[in-house]
């Protein structure tokens, strides 16, 4: 007797993708989008205003050609975009995209003399042919795999039919390498990945609905409602925050859940129909977990309460003092840096509710809070070589990004915007460049301008941590357990 599965989420979306080693726009589970605008003459458009929109959030990115007319967007997620391009004395012009996982998009436009309020919309698609780099992928929808037949119920058996997969019939040893392989390659390099996470599901009352948190991260989540007979979920909020925990209260009226997204971990009601979450006055900060009797108006939850401190100890073999705190308040103070002058200490910390950056002495006396970015996690303040500006991360806007802000205080700067994390910042020595981590598995560390810009990879490969050699050339971090130093002499040349 077969059973299938009811699907309880939006869609799914399976990719097999064989990666080059060239350092391009996209990751495995992410996409590219590059292009040459120029005049009718076919001359290259420097300076030219080009916007994309992706169709299905409405949220927006933008950049510049270069000398060479060329733009480039790096890390879209896998939809449909609009791209709108404004250059003086010439039409706008619009053109609607598909941004496939793996791939990069080649997208060119000829635009034509006349007035910028005059807009031309190109009907044509990209090419299909993509030639930007020599990766391959191969995208398969939900219909696709509901329709190939699947005696075994194995999800990557899909694979088999996408160019250059076979059956795979080594005996590795370790599980979860699939059942195929690729352009002769064991199984084990095979790499998956799930887009998203879900967690914290609870049954309604009556048992018809489940509830459960979803969204692209554990810091970036939100609140679903699906029905247990299937079908697309219903997201009640759009937080994108860190959730922990969701309950339904015995009526079936309300869900109560555990989410940071005013600050510091709280429980908050929302109705089942959705609307503005509301705060519950009867919890304290960092409260996670509720649990609600079906019975007796009873709410459970868990309190939890965390108390780092940042401890000073003397250096001198001579000295053998006991350590002293330096930075110490009843709440989370973490990441101390020296500037450079070893006059300062940066440090983060969540002592007034929401977690910010701090500056003091090097003692640790007259702390300042430098940063209020009043949700989200925020902290790694790095110095930039002259001492002015502090480069940081922060999760205010539902998802990691690198922020830098002067060190005298003022208005941050955002220089990423997803849409993977980005986090653990650390100047070039030069301080024309800062490094980042995405949390994105096997993506490059890459560089961004403190000025803001596109930012550009630095690796081949994973890392995180990366700093520069005192030598100006060598540069150092971590990745597989391990140390690796390469040459930015090399990593700056051409490919």
């Given at each position: 007797?077969?059973?299938?599965?009811?699907?309880l989420?939006?869609?799914?979306l399976v990719a097999v993708v064989f990666l080059s080693m060239?350092?391009?726009?996209?990751?495995?589970?992410?996409?590219?989008?590059t292009g040459v605008v120029a005049d009718p003459s076919g001359a290259a458009l420097q300076n030219a205003d080009v916007e994309i929109k992706q169709i299905s959030k409405g949220t927006t990115r933008s950049t510049r050609t270069n000398r060479d007319g060329v733009y480039r967007f790096f890390f879209l997620a896998p939809d449909q975009y609009l791209v709108t391009v404004i250059a003086p004395g010439f039409e706008v012009a619009n053109r609607t995209v598909t941004v496939s996982v793996g791939q990069t998009t080649s997208v060119d436009f000829m635009l034509k003399v006349g007035s910028a309020k005059s807009t031309v919309e190109v009907k044509a698609d990209a090419p299909l042919l993509q030639t930007e780099n020599a990766d391959g992928a191969t995208v398969f929808h939900a219909s696709q795999i509901a329709d190939l037949p699947n005696p075994g119920n194995d999800l990557t058996n899909v694979a088999q039919t996408s160019p250059g997969a076979v059956m795979n019939t080594q005996k590795t040893g370790m599980g979860g390498s699939g059942n195929f392989s690729t352009y002769g390659l064991p199984a084990t390099s095979n790499l998956f990945m799930l887009s998203g996470l879900i967690s914290g599901l609870r049954f309604a009352p009556d048992g018809k609905e489940l509830a459960f948190t979803a969204g692209p991260g554990f810091s970036s989540s939100d609140i679903y409602v699906a029905s247990v007979s299937g079908g697309k979920a219903r997201a009640l909020t759009s937080l994108r925050s860190r959730m922990w925990g969701v309950d339904w209260t015995p009526d079936r009226r309300e869900l109560v859940f555990s989410s940071d997204h005013q600050g510091p971990q709280n429980l908050y009601r929302i109705s089942r129909a959705g609307g503005d979450p509301q705060p519950l006055s009867i919890a304290a900060d960092n409260a996670i977990s509720p649990r609600i009797a079906p019975h007796g108006h009873r709410l459970l939850f868990l309190h939890y309460l965390v108390d780092t401190n940042i401890w000073r100890a003397p250096l001198s073999p001579t000295d053998h003092g006991a350590p002293s705190r330096s930075i110490a308040s009843t709440r989370q103070d973490s990441g101390p840096a020296f500037s450079p002058d070893g006059d300062?200490?940066?440090?983060?910390?969540?002592?007034?509710?929401?977690?910010?950056?701090?500056?003091?002495?090097a003692d640790g006396?007259?702390?300042?809070?430098?940063?209020?970015?009043?949700?989200?996690?925020?902290?790694?303040?790095?110095w930039s070589a002259d001492?002015?500006?502090?480069?940081?991360?922060?999760?205010?806007?539902?998802?990691g990004d690198i922020y830098v802000i002067s060190a005298e205080g003022g208005s941050p700067r955002r220089l990423t915007k997803g849409p993977y994390d980005s986090e653990i910042p650390t100047w070039s020595r030069d301080g024309r460049w800062?490094?980042?981590?995405?949390?994105?598995p096997g993506t490059p560390i890459w560089k961004v301008s403190p000025q803001g810009g596109d930012p550009i990879p630095v690796t081949k490969t994973g890392g995180m941590r990366a700093i520069e050699g005192k030598d100006g050339h060598s540069?150092?971090?971590?990745r597989d357990g391990a140390v690796w130093k390469n040459d930015l002499l090399e990593e700056r040349k051409p490919a």
């Open positions: 007797m077969g059973c299938r599965a009811q699907r989420y939006l869609f799914l060239k350092l391009d726009a996209q990751t495995a589970i992410s996409g590219g989008l300062r200490l940066a440090f983060g910390s969540d002592r007034a509710g929401s977690s910010e950056i701090y500056i003091s002495a006396s007259n702390p300042v809070q430098l940063t209020s970015m009043k949700t989200g996690t925020t902290g790694s303040p790095a001492g002015k500006q502090i480069a940081f991360d922060s999760r205010a806007n539902g998802q800062i490094y980042f981590t995405l949390t994105s540069f150092y971090y971590f």
